[in-house]
């Protein structure tokens, strides 16, 4: 765990009373705001054109069409990033890969983990069911296919207070969560900082362009699977993309097909839905995945993180299915449970972290974390309940879902412990110091709408890609990066949720 000085932590961040020295700053933009009237007129239709021309596209809920696309909200500038944070969780992705690759291979730590969530939360004990079936049956597959994303935010301390924030503007970066499945966005982040390439070309600030950093995550993460197709070895075999039953984001997952096509263009993408599966998919004898006639090789999980995907048995059926058989997966059944928020609070406790990592990995990773705190039944759980009803707008209260727009925050964390703070149920949530994120100016565009000068705040997702099984890892890398603004008045921030949009990184020393 990272270390404080001061007495402001009471010595360390995962300690019971969060850091009374955590505030906001505020972050200069790449340019002097606002811009004159004439460029914005002059600009806007100009991004609008590139972003809808280069795929940063979606479909709305609101007036669906199948037969069109509706541009994506971004924001017109980058975002202001600190050099030396980018880089360090950069450094460390290689490290958050492994650390969830042996979690999700440590049955014991799983286990004890999630023995009390599992009693309390339905889809987490349907999960965990379908990981203990195979695991008795005897695992078919032992190769995973990691992408991972860990998204981080910005928080600040007053000069002097952490050994990591010793240099102005002394904002360190802190671990939002790790995502195991459906980690999105390896389209939509290039595509940003494209968008953005291009913007500074237009305004005519080509000095600024060695500012945004080179993203390569759409080709990092498709070539992950392509990989993982070839040590599938089987030439004929296809990709499957386990996809919603409607796909809003639909850019980000196509624009992953056609550079799988780009790569390897004898590679053959299918996509198909739960509920699909579950009628046309079966297993051979020797438990090759058959969809419609195609052997399946490697399996993208794009849905199947929320009970909603889940419409009846049958779906469940399809992912124990798909579980039992020779495919390698993207996320293995136990790499979904490794992404659980409950795995991830566990892993935050003191020199838990040693368990998987050597004394100086642990420490680097760490130094990522904020606190995080259990709310299981029992004195620590009661401290923690107390802690939050008594601060609410300090915390996040999280459940073990996926997906966005899950999380409750200030007066409401309250009215929810107050239901829940005497029953088993409360198990299903941990608690989470709330991330105080720098904020900085810039103009939102959304379809339909007037560019507006707005204050914002954003997250950072480094990705990742492992390839191995409990033995070997074959692949270990750092896999590109997206950012995602919202406004700093909004809790959540999901782009396909319609509460946050698409940004790129702007490194500043």
Not at 35 to 55: N, Q, R, S, W, Y
Not at 109 to 119: D, G, R
Not at 238 to 267: A, S
Not at 443 to 461: F, T
Request: hydrophobic share 40%.
């Amino acid at each position: 765990m990272a270390t404080c000085p001061s007495d402001c932590c009471d010595g360390t961040f995962d300690q019971m009373k969060p850091c009374k020295q955590m505030t906001t700053t505020v972050l200069d933009s790449c340019l002097p705001l606002p811009l004159p009237v004439e460029v914005l007129t002059e600009i806007i239709p100009k991004a609008k054109d590139f972003a809808l021309l280069h795929g940063a596209a979606m479909r709305y809920k609101s007036n669906f069409d199948p037969d069109s696309l509706k541009m994506a909200p971004f924001f017109l500038l980058p975002s202001a990033f600190p050099r030396r944070e980018f880089d360090r969780v950069v450094k460390l992705q290689p490290l958050i890969n492994v650390l969830m690759h042996r979690i999700a291979h440590n049955h014991e730590f799983l286990e004890s983990s999630l023995k009390k969530t599992v009693n309390v939360d339905d889809f987490t004990a349907r999960l965990w069911k379908i990981y203990t079936t195979v695991r008795e049956e005897g695992v078919s597959q032992e190769m995973s296919l990691g992408l991972v994303r860990s998204d981080v935010m910005l928080t600040k301390c007053h000069a002097g207070c952490c050994e990591l924030c010793q240099t102005p503007p002394y904002v360190t970066g802190h671990q939002v969560e790790v995502n195991t499945i459906a980690s999105g966005f390896g389209h939509m982040g290039p595509i940003s900082g494209s968008i953005h390439r291009y913007i500074l070309g237009e305004l005519r600030k080509p000095e600024l362009l060695h500012h945004l950093p080179e993203n390569d995550a759409l080709a990092g993460l498709c070539s992950g699977m392509i990989s993982a197709w070839e040590v599938y070895s089987c030439p004929k075999a296809v990709i499957l993309f386990v996809i919603e039953d409607v796909t809003y984001n639909i850019c980000d997952q196509r624009f992953h097909e056609y550079e799988i096509r780009r790569q390897r263009p004898d590679v053959h993408v299918i996509r198909r839905n739960l509920t699909q599966i579950s009628k046309t998919g079966h297993l051979t004898d020797d438990k090759r995945l058959m969809i419609d006639g195609n052997e399946i090789a490697v399996v993208y999980f794009r849905a199947g993180y929320e009970p909603a995907q889940y419409h009846s048995e049958a779906e469940w059926e399809a992912r124990l299915t798909i579980e039992r058989s020779r495919a390698i997966k993207s996320p293995s059944i136990q790499y979904q449970l490794a992404g659980t928020k409950k795995v991830q609070q566990e892993i935050a406790r003191p020199d838990v972290l040693k368990q998987f990592l050597s004394d100086s990995e642990a420490e680097l990773v760490g130094q990522l974390f904020t606190g995080l705190y259990s709310l299981d039944l029992g004195p620590e759980g009661d401290r923690a309940v107390q802690m939050a009803m008594e601060n609410p707008e300090r915390f996040v209260l999280k459940p073990q879902r996926e997906g966005g727009g899950n999380n409750v925050y200030g007066a409401e964390i309250k009215e929810v412990l107050e239901k829940i703070k005497d029953s088993a149920e409360r198990e299903a949530y941990i608690l989470m110091d709330r991330i105080r994120p720098p904020i900085q100016e810039n103009y939102l565009v959304r379809p339909y709408e007037p560019v507006r000068l707005v204050e914002v705040v954003s997250e950072l997702g480094i990705f990742g890609v492992i390839l191995g099984t409990n033995k070997d890892i074959m692949i270990n890398k750092f896999s590109g990066h997206m950012l995602r603004t919202k406004l700093s008045s909004v809790n959540e921030g999901g782009v396909a949720a319609g509460l946050g949009a698409l940004d790129s990184v702007f490194l500043f020393d």
